[in-house]
């Protein structure tokens, strides 16, 4: 949101969340639960696809989705093609394909316990999951994801954002790297 504020319509933005594939085609664990956070979760061939489309002056639509446990609402969304395109989401820089066509690579970092509580919060206030269903998630999916896939990333950023507390110290660096591509 704080390059959305900075660059205002010069910016089009793509959430990997707008990329998750069909349910019933994500991996299962061991006890038989979805798992939604490892890297094949994501279509990230139409991700690729839509990058070069928008890169090509095309604009591109699909739908989009409520992560609520017991509602699940769609809406289209229509992205333009602008001076900038901002990719965000967890898995970005797991994708070598997507990873090639980046001018400024950005992660964004805070402790695992600080996600774990901000997670807690979202999903149980937000998503109407139980504390159970939460902690199951993070030790069986999301932390074995982290480990795996998500913080081996970080050195290869041109910039790290420390959300443990401000990041905005962390969004005036990464607009300084963007503002000094274009020129």
Known sequence: NGLKDHFGNRL???????YYRPKEVLPIDDNGETNF???????HPKLHADILKLAGGEKVSFETYTY???????ELAVIEPREWLVVE???????P??????????????????RLERRKH????VRGYTPEEVE?????H????????????REGCDVVIDNDEDWRKGLANLIEQMEAKEA
């Open 12 to 18: 089009s933005m793509l959430s990997l969340d707008d």
């Open 37 to 43: 956070d490892v890297p094949e979760a994501i279509d």
């Open 68 to 74: 609520n446990k017991s509602l699940m609402k769609s």
């Open 89 to 95: 989401g967890l898995f970005v820089l797991c994708y």
């Open 97 to 114: 394909e997507i990873v090639s066509l980046a001018h400024v690579k950005a992660y964004i970092d805070a402790s695992p316990e600080v």
């Open 122 to 125: 979202r999903d149980m206030t």
């Open 136 to 140: 199951y998630q993070w030790k069986h």
């Open 142 to 153: 999301v932390r074995p994801a982290d480990l795996a896939h998500i913080e081996p990333c």
